[in-house]
């Protein structure tokens, strides 16, 4: 691909040596210009992928991971936008598969998508209160009210955080006493006084 | 005396509009048998013809991307084999390769040409279940019988390969579970002889069928334009006259070293996808035979890798060296260092993308997969309105999605 082209086009785009792609970080109100830009005049014909992300220790922590890929160079080329106050314009209007990438991108990350056509949730259910991708997010998620609220009014019911004790999750942080490997949530086990 | 009156077509034509009653809102799914998992479909339908059609989708969500943060690389091997539950294999191959890629790490022509025969099983598998189910959908029961028999073979050989019929978690960061047991090739020749005379009956059956042309001929072409404005990738770009197969155009696990043709269609309508999966089964038979033959010798992991891949079971039990590589491995798991990849492998279903973050040590930072069935599934609103409810099954037994892998 024609780096200097680019970089001249857009001033504010960096080039950021990825190791397995050419790989620049564009600065956000740019984004939607520069994919139409690498669709028209070189090449950049197909979405590969747009995700969300969260940098926990940048400011804004929030942003968007894009991968374009030239079907007749077989070339990809990997963008980075971070967010402004955690939106950023959307591609849907450039290539119509970002459209589910996106609402993906907003149920799991929070990432307002300025002029999508369609902001809903796709994977979790439309009144659900977070955003579970957010590092801040716990594994084994926060009980929230049950979706059905007929349902819920009768049983009582409501969607439980899921049970970790055991499990094969890495523990991050805390104590952890005796020999044998175990798990941060001890609540489980007998041996032990309930506290 | 008895009055007559002429029914006039022209007159019914003229008050189309006054006769039109008002649309109806009707729900397919989360449990119907032609959505193929817990897709739900919520359309909109004037008399018998959709005029818009809005996908439902998380029945499956899993959050898999949120695990993958909590666990070591290894550990997320068996999660991956229910993205796409129907080539297992592939997946497992996939994501190893994506993890390798970030660890800059190079394969043993063995651990690559295992790798090669197992993603192409399960291209066959995924296709002859596809296959046999699209039949199904359009009334074709048969079909299905012959291309489930194949693939109960199929399975009897990955459950000699890997231990397990379906959740094969084969592959480990740097290299395999085992080695090929003892004359698995011979008998995977074999199967490659019964398979294509399998593709042939069904060919016979199927291709020139009255009943499946009509039923699929024409209904829902996806032009080449619509397809990449959408990202489609495999078979179903193919299928709309795009050459684009990731292993001849960014070949991996060397690929490069065999011989194969790329299928595509003209139309892309549902007729053509149909086609370009049968053809796909022969040359991925062509392919595993090539493999047969030039089955390499040697190691079938990457020995160097000391702090990926797990040392020989007998040196772990009798060298003081291996115990503590082993013991490290275990707890802290393999060291990937720091960094981002993006990679891609063609799939059965398409190009099942893993984007990578590290920050270094045993635990990815971030982990995207990008499932091609959900890419397959938000054509949808595009192609389904104009067609009739009853091509609503062939549209999505064309489009051969799963779950799995589109909720993640």
Known sequence: MDVLALTQKFPQTQNCAGQDMTTFAVNSAELADIVKYLRDEQGFDLLADLCGMDWKDRTPNLGVVIHLLNTKNREYVRLHAACVDDSVPTVSAIHPGANWHEREAYDMFGIKFIGHPDPRRILMWDAYPYHPLRKDFPLAGIEVPFPAADVAAVTGQTVEPAPMMGGPFVSSGGHMSGAEPQALDQSWNEEKPKS | ?408
């Open chain 2, 1 to 408: 005396m008895k009055t007559t009156k002429e029914i006039s077509l022209g007159d019914i034509a003229a008050r189309s509009e006054e006769l039109r009653g008002e649309n109806m809102t009707l729900n397919m799914g989360p449990s119907h048998p032609a959505t193929h998992g817990v897709l739900r479909l919520s359309l909109e339908l004037d008399g018998d013809k959709v005029i818009k059609c809005d996908p439902v989708i998380g029945y499956l969500h899993r959050g898999d991307e949120k695990i993958a943060e909590n666990m070591t690389y290894n550990q997320f091997v068996p999660y991956t084999d229910r993205l796409d539950y129907l080539a297992p294999l592939a997946n497992n191959v996939a994501y190893a390769i994506a993890v390798e890629k970030l660890a800059g790490l190079k394969m043993p022509e063995r651990c690559e040409a295992i790798r090669v025969a197992c993603c192409e099983m399960a291209r066959i598998s995924s296709h002859l279940l596809g296959l046999g189910v699209y039949a199904m959908d359009t009334g074709a029961w048969t079909v299905f019988m012959y291309t489930f028999n194949e693939r109960e073979k199929l399975y009897t050989l990955f459950e000699e390969l890997t231990g397990a019929r379906f959740t094969t978690s084969y592959t480990r960061i740097g290299g395999l579970t085992r080695d090929l047991p003892e004359g698995w090739l011979q008998r995977v020749e074999t199967f490659c002889d019964g398979v294509l005379k399998t593709i042939d009956e069904v060919d016979r059956l199927l291709t020139r069928n009255g009943i499946f042309l009509e039923r699929t001929e024409g209904v829902a072409p996806i032009s080449k334009e619509l397809a990449l404005a959408y990202g489609l990738t495999g078979p179903n770009l193919r299928a709309s006259g795009v050459a684009f197969d990731l292993r001849k155009d960014k070949p991996y696990s060397g690929y490069e070293k065999y011989d194969f043709d790329i299928p595509v269609g003209t139309k892309g309508d549902c007729f053509d996808r149909y086609l370009v999966r049968m053809e796909e089964v022969r040359q991925s038979v062509r392919i595993l035979r090539q493999v047969i033959k030039t089955m390499p010798g040697g190691a079938w992991y990457a020995e160097d890798a000391k702090k990926i891949f797990l040392p020989p079971k007998a040196k772990t039990m009798t060298k003081m060296e291996e115990l503590i590589q082993n013991f490290m491995l275990v707890t802290e798991g393999p060291q990937i260092p720091a960094g981002e990849v993006y990679f891609e492998a063609e799939n059965p279903k398409g190009s099942l993308g893993f984007y990578i973050v590290s920050n270094g040590g045993g635990v990815p930072y971030r982990l995207r997969i990008h499932g091609p069935s959900f890419v397959s599934l938000s054509i949808l609103p595009a192609i389904v309105p104009g067609n009739f409810l009853t091509d609503i099954a062939s549209i999505l037994g064309s489009l051969d999605f799963v779950m799995g892998e589109c909720d993640r």
